[in-house]
């Protein structure tokens, strides 16, 4: 069955990028679309983002400014970048499967376990 | 943004009892799309419910859900010990996707 796998530096500076990347394996990437969600103590699990394999991106408004999400179809990953980190995006980061809805809503049918970032 | 307030913060319940979440969203739900999530310490968070009430693939009858609007509901019946977890709802109506804080469920 499919399975998710994130990869990634478990510690980052402050104002550094953050850099992490999750592995798809057990199936097909294409015809998906991959996001990432974070969960963190002080605000719980928020969404930051997804990808269409085609490239398009929707992201958070709250984060958009600093992140970034790509896609290798080739390599069966998808990769998030967060730059100019603080100490608040601390947080267990997750990748996922997303299903998308009509209007644009997405749920998330498939998960990782979560990979622990901390900022210092 | 459309916040999620999830009651209560921990269910303590018996194998075999019935276990009632709710989830109030701060307004309406577009479509009902909302979403429960399951997740056990160190594992991957599973999808429980989507649509507010359609089961995921895989996912016990035991798991139910309802709603429609700002209330709703997952309900478990005939708990069994691996239910032990902590479980979210979702709203994809909105945007941003927005989760609520969690309802931790343990078994006496």
């Known amino acids: 069955q499919v399975q998710l796998q994130e990869s990634g530096p478990g510690q980052v500076k402050p104002s550094e990028t953050l850099s992490l990347t999750c592995s798809v394996s057990g199936g097909s990437i294409g015809s998906y679309l991959w996001g990432w969600i974070r969960q963190s103590a002080g605000k719980g699990l928020e969404w930051i983002g997804h990808?269409?394999?085609?490239?398009?991106?929707d992201y958070n408004p709250s984060l958009k400014s600093r992140v970034t999400i790509s896609v290798d179809t080739s390599k069966k990953h998808f990769s998030l970048k967060m730059t100019s980190v603080t100490a608040s995006d601390t947080a267990i980061y997750f990748c996922?499967?997303?299903?998308?809805?009509?209007?644009?809503?997405?749920?998330?049918?498939?998960w990782g376990r979560g990979t622990l970032v901390t900022v210092s | 943004e459309i916040v999620l307030t999830q009651s209560p913060g921990t269910l303590s319940l018996s194998p075999g009892a019935r276990a009632t979440l709710s989830c109030r969203a701060s307004?309406?739900?577009?479509?009902?799309?909302l979403a429960w999530y399951q997740q056990i310490p160190g594992q991957a968070p599973r999808l429980l419910i989507f649509g507010a009430s359609t089961r995921a693939t895989g996912i016990p009858e035991r798991f139910s859900a309802s709603g429609s609007g700002t209330d709703f509901t997952l309900t478990i019946s005939r708990l069994e010990p691996e239910d032990s977890a902590v479980y979210f709802c979702q709203q994809y109506g909105g945007s941003p996707n927005t989760f609520g804080q969690g309802t931790k469920l343990q078994m006496k």
């Open positions: 307004q309406t739900v577009s479509g009902n799309y």
């Open positions: 996922a499967r997303t299903v998308l809805t009509l209007f644009g809503g997405a749920h998330f049918d498939l």
């Open positions: 990808i269409y394999t085609n490239g398009r991106t």
